[in-house]
């Protein structure tokens, strides 16, 4: 997986209520349940056979290697605790989400001008609308580089662009996808803001 996608995992993975399965044949339950039985379907998922699925569900196989373990985690993460995952989704959107990061951000300027391309550190909220796009997206296991575009078009939005006030009509997607970037990023859930 990618940074900002494994960010995303992180951040609503700390939402459960109750804590992930650790032996594999709970873990491998969990999924042929989220699947609705289905052994081929978590084969797929897991990139196995449904034979292997099979064994690991009657307890003949206990260990997994260390790819089908860490596939085991990452997919049975992603389908622990549906609603309250849908439900933190939901509450993060509607509040927005804190992106923290260090990357090349900048436009095309004039060499010394300060919105020049150059590494920085950014801690931001995007948007509501933002914010939903980019949990909606990873959530479905959209390609990093569509998140790595939301977050761009997102910080640029909030950073440089001030909600429209200035640098309008210039894109951030170019100095985003640079291969000089330096990508580290953390997402946080805010919690909705209380009405008074």
């Known amino acids: ?31 042929h349940r989220a699947e609705r039985g289905s052994s081929r379907a ?11 699925v099979q064994r690991y569900l009657t307890g003949e196989i206990r260990r997994p290697g260390p790819a089908l373990a860490e596939a085991l985690d990452r997919e049975v993460r992603r389908v622990w605790q549906p609603r309250v995952r849908a439900r933190a ?36 909220r995007l948007t509501p609308g933002m914010s939903g796009r980019l949990l909606e997206a990873a959530d479905r296991g959209a390609p990093e580089a569509d998140l790595l575009r939301m977050v761009g078009d997102g910080l640029g939005e909030n950073y440089f662009r001030d909600g429209g006030r200035r640098a309008a009509g210039r894109s951030m997607t170019e100095q985003m996808t640079s291969t000089e970037r330096d990508l580290m990023a953390t997402v946080a859930l805010v919690p909705p803001c209380p009405t008074s």
């Open 1 to 31: 997986m990618g940074e900002i996608q494994d960010a995303v995992d992180r951040a609503l993975a700390a939402v459960h209520t109750r804590p992930v399965p650790q032996s594999a044949q709970a873990r491998m339950r969990a999924l």
């Open 42 to 52: 978590v084969a797929a998922r897991l990139g196995t056979t449904p034979r292997t």
């Open 89 to 124: 989704i939901r509450a993060a959107a509607a509040a927005g989400v804190v992106i923290s990061t260090r990357a090349r951000f900048g436009f095309t300027a004039a060499p010394g001008s300060t919105d020049d391309a150059r590494m920085r550190l950014i801690t931001q």
